[in-house]
C-alpha cells in the first residue's frame, strides 16, 4: 500500500496522526511511515494523562482505537502505552503499536526533520502548557513545532509564554466569528476544508494569515483547494 499522489503546487503537505491512511493512527509507526516519505509536517494530538505525562491519542477514551474504554485522561501514562492498539486490519498483534509519548512523537519529527503540528486536546493548565514547552525546547525542536487546537485558550497561554511561536487556531467552519477572533489574535488558522472558498482564502490572506485545512484525501479536491491558495493541507493519504 502506498499514499495516492497528486500535484501540490506550493502546498505544504502535513500528515494526519502521521501516516493514518496506512498505519494506525498516532502511533510511532504511523509517524516514521511519514518521516520517510516526502511530507513538510507530522500532526498529532496530546492529552494530559492521570499522572502528569503527555500522551499522544485523538480520542478522550481508547473505544475507538484498541476496543477498551479506558479514558485517556483518568488513568496513568503506564496504563496508556501497555495497550495495544487495532491495526489497519483489525488485528491487534503488533506490540508496537500503542500509544506513544509527546517525545516520542517530537524525536521522530526531530529525527526526520519533519515539522510537528502539534494539536492540544485537552483543557490544559498554564503550568501544563509550560511543561509541554519546556519538554519540545528540551529536546530542541520548538522553532519546528506549530501549536493547533480547538481550545482558543490553549492558544492564548502558548502565547502568553513564547509570543511569536507558530499557532493556529483549529475550527470546522469558517464562519465569520471564528475568522475575526484568528485576526484579532494574529493568530494563523486550521480549518474544514469544506468550508474554504476563494473568497475567504483571500479575506485570510490579506490580513496576513496562512492557512492549514483538513482533512483532505480527495486528490481532485486537495489539487483545487492547492491552485486557490491555501498554505498547507493535513491528509491522511496524500503525498
Known amino acids: 500500500m502506498n499514499t495516492v499522489k497528486f500535484n501540490k503546487g506550493n502546498v505544504l503537505v502535513v500528515a494526519h496522526r502521521g501516516l493514518s491512511g496506512i498505519e494506525s493512527e498516532n502511533t510511532c509507526s504511523a509517524f516514521v511511515a511519514a518521516g520517510n516519505r516526502s511530507y513538510y509536517g507530522i500532526e498529532t494530538d496530546i492529552h494530559k494523562t492521570a499522572d502528569g505525562k503527555f500522551v499522544v491519542c485523538h480520542d478522550f477514551d481508547l473505544s475507538r482505537v484498541s476496543g477498551?474504554?479506558?479514558?485517556?485522561?483518568?488513568?496513568?501514562?503506564?496504563?496508556?502505552?501497555?495497550?495495544?492498539?487495532?491495526?489497519?486490519?483489525?488485528?491487534?498483534?503488533?506490540?508496537?503499536?500503542?500509544?506513544?509519548?509527546?517525545?516520542?512523537?517530537?524525536?521522530?519529527?526531530?529525527?526526520?526533520?519533519?515539522?510537528?503540528?502539534?494539536?492540544?486536546?485537552?483543557?490544559?493548565?498554564?503550568?501544563?502548557?509550560?511543561?509541554?514547552?519546556?519538554?519540545?525546547?528540551?529536546?530542541?525542536?520548538?522553532?519546528?513545532?506549530?501549536?493547533?487546537?480547538?481550545?482558543?485558550?490553549?492558544?492564548?497561554?502558548?502565547?502568553?509564554?513564547?509570543?511569536?511561536?507558530?499557532?493556529?487556531?483549529?475550527?470546522?467552519?469558517?464562519?465569520p466569528d471564528k475568522i475575526e477572533l484568528a485576526l484579532s489574535a494574529k493568530m494563523d488558522v486550521d480549518v474544514g476544508q469544506g468550508s474554504l472558498n476563494e473568497e475567504n482564502i483571500k479575506l485570510l490572506h490579506d490580513a496576513g494569515v496562512k492557512i492549514n485545512c483538513w482533512t483532505v484525501d480527495n486528490p481532485e479536491r486537495a489539487e483545487q483547494l492547492a491552485k486557490m491558495g491555501v498554505d498547507f493541507i493535513t491528509t491522511n493519504i496524500l503525498e
Not at 496508556?80 to 491495526?87: C, K
Not at 520548538?142 to 511561536?165: C, D, G, H, M, W
Open 68 to 175: 477498551e474504554k479506558i479514558s485517556v485522561e483518568s488513568v496513568s501514562l503506564a496504563t496508556l502505552t501497555s495497550i495495544v492498539l487495532y491495526d489497519k486490519d483489525g488485528s491487534k498483534d503488533r506490540a508496537d503499536l500503542r500509544p506513544c509519548t509527546l517525545e516520542n512523537y517530537i524525536g521522530i519529527c526531530k529525527r526526520y526533520e519533519k515539522h510537528s503540528v502539534l494539536e492540544l486536546k485537552s483543557d490544559f493548565t498554564n503550568e501544563e502548557i509550560a511543561k509541554i514547552v519546556d519538554i519540545i525546547k528540551g529536546l530542541g525542536h520548538l522553532e519546528n513545532t506549530t501549536f493547533i487546537s480547538f481550545e482558543y485558550e490553549n492558544l492564548v497561554k502558548i502565547r502568553a509564554i513564547l509570543p511569536e511561536q507558530s499557532v493556529q487556531y483549529l475550527f470546522t467552519n469558517a464562519t
